[in-house]
């Protein structure tokens, strides 16, 4: 089941139609119908908002709506062909009913989701019923409402969501199931532990849970939301961290330094450089010995590499790159670009003959092999239009000149 899925759940209309047949068995009792339903105005109560703007939901061919009514135990199957929905056993009634309908079906299995963006309509429960009964002659109009909540779990480290588990009073929370004659689901649960999400990276993760009930929000063992009595507000969307991506740590001469993360699993870089150059030996010191003593450490190459892909330009799946003036100095402002990083940001400054059409300048990394000793920027607008370079590479003099550094936290 694909689905398309911008930045924000907006207004969507769903216009659902069937075909009509007749079965000459059930002269009474007609077969196929035209069902419209209308997603409530997300704007107003369902709306999911981040930095890049607004989701939207829309369907996608093979999506199916079961409908049932008030008259009958089973449910029909309306299915997208890729222009309407269908239904060709669809039955009316032979007197008014109330008809309910369900997307994206009667029963949703909330177990081990796979935290894709995309994957996140596939467990988005809607419900609605008509605003009066009906024989379903002159077709249904249904408005349907969101029933779930979305959390954007950000993994900061690897490992940080081995096993995300929600529960509610009754236990663990594995589904949902429609509540029959009503526009609405129950939540299912488990007395034994039920695991919506489990990843081994670090990452920005999207798990669908229910709405307006009380909800605990485990990972593994440990207790990282309680929700009000309410619950979570039906359509919206709430980023948890596993851990901080912003903070400070002293160093050895009694600063605190600002640290910050751009994006998951990613090194802790300080907001400032070290004061004086470092030679790449003095670098390379750790725990007491380093520069800044045990609570920081010159960042590898490896962990530079999602910087840049192929080609040295900058990686922008993680971070955005402005070549600009900060305090007096040139130099390049990285910005993270994943859910949760966006507002998280460092200037790393150049040093020599720099302008506003470019410069070349080095920092140091602590890595003794393949070639990867510093970690060089190269930006002249005029004669490199495509922008920003970086090359984590081996300087012929690193063994005797003194590069700027930019220490990350130890962890």
């Known amino acids: ?31 196929g119908m035209v069902l419209k339903a209308n997603v409530e105005d997300t704007d107003t109560r369902a709306t999911i908002t981040d930095n890049e703007g607004k989701w939207k939901f829309a369907f996608a061919e093979g999506d199916v709506v079961k409908v049932g009514n008030d008259k009958v135990e089973s449910y029909y199957t309306f299915k997208n062909n890729g222009t309407v929905f269908a239904s060709t056993d669809a039955k009316q009634t032979t007197t008014a009913a109330t008809w309910y309908a ?3 079906g009667e029963t949703i299995s909330l177990e081990n989701q796979s935290g894709d963006f995309a994957a996140v309509a596939n467990n988005y429960a809607l419900a609605g019923e008509t605003a009066s009964a009906t024989t379903g002659s002159d077709g249904l109009t249904v408005t349907m409402k969101a029933k779930v909540a979305v959390l954007c779990i950000v993994g900061v480290k690897d490992g940080d969501c081995r096993d995300i588990n929600v ?37 920005v993760y999207y798990v669908v849970v229910p709405a307006d009930v009380k909800l605990l929000v485990y990972n593994g063992e440990t207790l990282i939301k309680a929700t ?46 070290v004061k004086d150059k470092l030679t790449f030996t003095e670098a390379c010191k750790t725990g007491d010995d380093y520069v800044w003593g045990a609570n920081w450490r010159t960042p590898k190459g490896e962990e530079l590499a999602p910087l840049y892909k192929d080609g040295y330009a900058v990686n ?74 970086i090359f984590i590479y081996e300087d012929e003099n690193y063994t005797i000149s003194k590069y700027m550094v930019r220490p990350v936290l130890n962890e």
């Not at 199931?177 to 689901?185: D, E, I, L, M, V």
């Not at 009595?229 to 600002?258: H, M, Q």
């Not at 859910?339 to 040093?351: P, Q, R, S, V």
């Open 1 to 31: 089941m694909k689905k398309i899925l911008y930045s924000v759940f907006m207004l969507a209309t769903m216009v659902l139609a069937a075909c009509s047949s007749e079965d000459t068995t059930e002269p009474d009792v007609k077969r």
């Open 102 to 104: 369900y997307f994206p």
């Open 167 to 203: 529960k509610t009073a009754e236990g663990y929370v594995s589904g949902l199931t429609a509540a029959k004659n009503s526009a609405g689901f129950n939540v299912q649960t488990s007395p034994a532990k039920v695991t919506l999400l489990s990843k081994q990276k670090a990452g």
């Open 228 to 273: 009000k009595a309410g619950g979570l507000t039906a359509g919206k969307y709430y980023t948890l961290k596993t851990g901080e991506t912003t903070g400070s740590a002293f160093n050895s001469l009694g600063d605190e330094i600002g640290w910050v993360q751009l994006w998951p699993g990613g090194p802790k870089f300080a907001t400032e450089n």
């Open 316 to 389: 922008t799946e993680n971070v955005s790159a402005v070549y600009k003036q900060s305090n007096g100095s040139y130099g390049i402002e990285f910005t993270g670009v994943q859910h949760g990083y966006t507002n998280n940001k460092i200037f790393l400054h150049g040093e020599g003959q720099m302008d506003a059409t470019g410069g070349q300048w080095t920092y140091l990394t602590s890595t003794d092999k393949n070639n990867a000793k510093t970690w060089n920027f190269f930006f002249w607008v005029a004669e490199h239009e495509d922008g920003l370079k």
